[in-house]
Every structure is written in C-alpha cells, then in structure tokens.
C-alpha cells in the first residue's frame, strides 16, 4: 500500500541532507574568496565545479568511472559467486565450519592494500592483479554472512526438511538460501561497497586508467582539484550502486519489508 506519510518523511530528511550541502558549499566558498582558505591545498568549489565541466565534457571522467566499475564488477561477482558457494559448504556443515573458522578470522581483518607485495609477485601488474584485489575486499563479507545466515536459521526447519527425506539440492535452494536470504543480502551490500571502495587500491598497483588511477596521477601533479572530483565519484557512484543493489533487495524479499 502506498504510504504516504513515509514518503512525506524521505522528501523532508532529502531537503534536509541538500540544505547541508548547500551551506557546506557556501561556507567553503566565502572562506576561499576571503583568503581564509589555502586554495593550493584544498581549491574553491568554482574552480573544482569548473575542472567537473571540463571533464565531463571531454568524456574522460566518464571513461574513468566506467572503466573502474567495469573492474570493481568483475572483482564483486567472483566474490559473490565463491563467496556463497563456500558458505553454503560451510554453513552446512559443522565440521567444515570448525576447521575453517580460524583460517577466516584471521585471514578477513587483512586490507587488500596489504596483499599489494604478494599479489604483484603471483599475478604481475596486469588487469588480474587489480581485479584480484577488488574481488578480496567483498570476499570474506559474502562468505561471512552466508555462513551465519545459515546457521542462525530454525534448527527445526532442517530437522523437518531432513525427515522428510528432502533431495539435496531441493534442501539447499529451495529450503537453506531462501531462508538465510535477508542476511545474505545484507553481506552482498556491504561487499559491494567495500569492492568498490579497494578500487583505489587496487588501481594504484601500475594502473594507468580507472578512478583511482586518476587520483593517484593528480595528487602527484598537485591537481587537488581532480583529487577531489575522484573522491567525490567514488563516493556517488558507491551510494548509486547501493541503492541499485536496495531495489534488488526489496524486489527479492518483499515479504521482508
């Protein structure tokens, strides 16, 4: 049912998070024009709201951000598609979960800047390095949630499916998934967000096109202008892909909501 005291609330928190930014930008820019600001350091919205256009209509930031989502996709999909594969191997069996538990706690607190050394070593600096990277920034998020949305489903529900003599892949797709799906999904969230996040990193590894690339090459340049215009990209490209990924959510488990 259409509700539209809800929708009344969202248009009022929206007008507030614009007014933010509109005061934040007025701020900004009467400290610049005032000299109270170091434009070298951090340039004045005009001037970055200039470099935008520029960009823009060059079509280079545009290459860049597709470029750069191109890969974090790759990475994000490998890692969905292991991620829960595993889990499910895990979730179901409590021996595997045991002689795989301290191997994960230990192994997902590792940023994957840290991996940077080894993976130049095993992959060189080629595309499968970058899209490596990406693909261990989501992989332990989808594997763990998988694995505790599973075990935190009704113990009864699988006694009564086993009784039943319920065919094992009928068990698991029909039966397991569905069920650990809320909590599934909230892992697929949170690793696309963290997969789209190690784009950086993984584009500081000899990359020479993507975002993150872009960043790099203009901090070296002193262009803090393009710094900032790569960090802000990020930053709404990953809430536009998280709200792609909510409207999945919401279609997928309606009964949820």
């Known amino acids: ?17 614009l007014f933010l930014i509109v005061l934040i930008l007025i701020i900004w820019y009467a400290a ?3 000299g109270n600001l170091n434009t070298i350091l951090l340039p004045s919205p005009n001037t970055i709201g200039a470099t935008l256009v ?8 545009l290459i860049e951000i597709g470029i750069s989502i191109g890969r974090v996709l790759k990475g994000y999909f ?27 706690q230990i192994l ?3 940023p994957p800047i840290a991996w940077i050394p080894l993976v130049i070593l095993w992959m060189g600096i080629g595309e499968a390095s970058k899209v ?34 319920t065919p094992q892949g009928k068990f698991i797709f029909q039966l397991v998934i569905p069920a650990a799906m809320p909590t599934i999904f909230t892992g697929l969230r949170v690793a696309l967000g963290t997969s789209w996040s190690c784009v950086v990193a ?23 202008d393009v710094v900032i215009i790569g960090m802000v990209t990020i930053g709404i490209v990953g809430k536009l892909m998280d709200e792609i990924l909510k409207l999945v959510e919401k279609k997928v488990l309606a009964w949820n909501f």
Request: with cysteine; aromatic share 8%; glycine share 8%.
């Open 1 to 17: 049912m259409f509700n539209r005291k809800k929708v009344k609330n969202g248009l009022f928190h929206s007008v507030e998070s």
């Open 108 to 110: 997902r607190p590792i």
């Open 54 to 61: 520029k960009k823009i209509a060059d079509k280079s930031l």
């Open 132 to 165: 490596f990277l990406i693909f261990l920034g989501g992989f332990f998020v989808v594997l763990t949630n998988v694995i505790d949305g599973i075990r935190y489903i009704d113990p009864k529900i699988i006694e009564v499916a086993k009784a039943a003599e």
């Open 202 to 224: 993984a584009e500081l590894v000899a990359a020479s096109s993507g975002i993150g690339y872009m960043i790099s090459n203009a901090r070296n340049f002193g262009q803090m």
């Open 78 to 104: 490998c890692a969905v598609a292991s991620g829960i594969f595993l889990g499910v191997i895990i979730g179901l069996s409590e021996h595997m979960h045991c002689m795989t538990k301290i191997i994960i």
């Open 32 to 34: 610049s024009e005032t």
